[in-house]
């Protein structure tokens, strides 16, 4: 939706970022990367003949043209939603491996010791009751994403994924606790600036 109002292409394309020039194999690199601009926006979506390759993520014109990228806010509620939803998934898929939780599986606590202490931990930690229904093969992923922000804000702000699974086996423990960190950090600075209000703009 918002690559749409932006006259820009969809996440899909080898140009995904909304606020910057980047190419989907080099969103990893951190600095170097040029802002988008109207002004580049316009020269792309008028040439005569635009190379597949070159149009950098620009399509048509933007809905409200007037309004140069520098003034679009980000919605943070639902970036912190989506973002956190997959954060959830990978999460929840790395102890589907531990506890071999397969398609056909039903989640039982004294089975599933991995998956049991994340809920456990979410209970306990944050008082945030999850339930669990057993019949139901993706019934965990779904019931992790529909938790509204203020509960998945207590989960950010309590939980170290490392020191929950150290003396597990989860490989990965330390590099995902090291994105759901700098994730949470990255979103608390964002919230904490001055952005104007309609009026202002």
């Known amino acids: 939706m918002t690559a749409t109002v932006l006259g820009l292409y969809s996440a899909s394309s080898n140009f995904p970022s909304l606020w910057c020039e980047v190419k989907k194999d080099e969103l990893s690199i951190i600095g170097g990367n040029k802002p988008r601009s109207s002004e580049t926006h316009l020269q792309i979506i008028n040439r005569p003949k635009k190379k597949s390759n070159s149009h950098l993520g620009y399509k048509c014109k933007p809905i409200i043209s007037e309004i140069p990228y520098s003034n679009y806010i ?92 150290k003396e597990d086996k989860l490989i990965n423990s330390k590099g995902i606790n090291c994105i759901w960190k700098t994730f949470y950090k990255i979103y608390s600075c964002l919230k904490g600036l001055n952005v104007p209000v309609p009026e202002q703009i």
């Open 74 to 165: 980000i919605d943070l509620l639902h970036l912190f939603l989506r973002v956190s939803d997959v954060l959830f998934e990978f999460l929840i898929s790395e102890l589907f491996g531990l506890d071999k939780f397969g398609v056909s599986s039903v989640f039982d606590e004294d089975k599933h010791l991995n998956l049991s202490k994340l809920f456990n931990f979410v209970k306990s930690e944050c008082d945030i009751s999850l339930k669990i229904f057993k019949n139901k093969e993706k019934s965990i992923n779904s019931i992790m994403n529909s938790l509204p922000a203020t509960s998945r804000l207590k989960i950010f702000e309590k939980i170290n994924i490392y020191d929950l699974y």
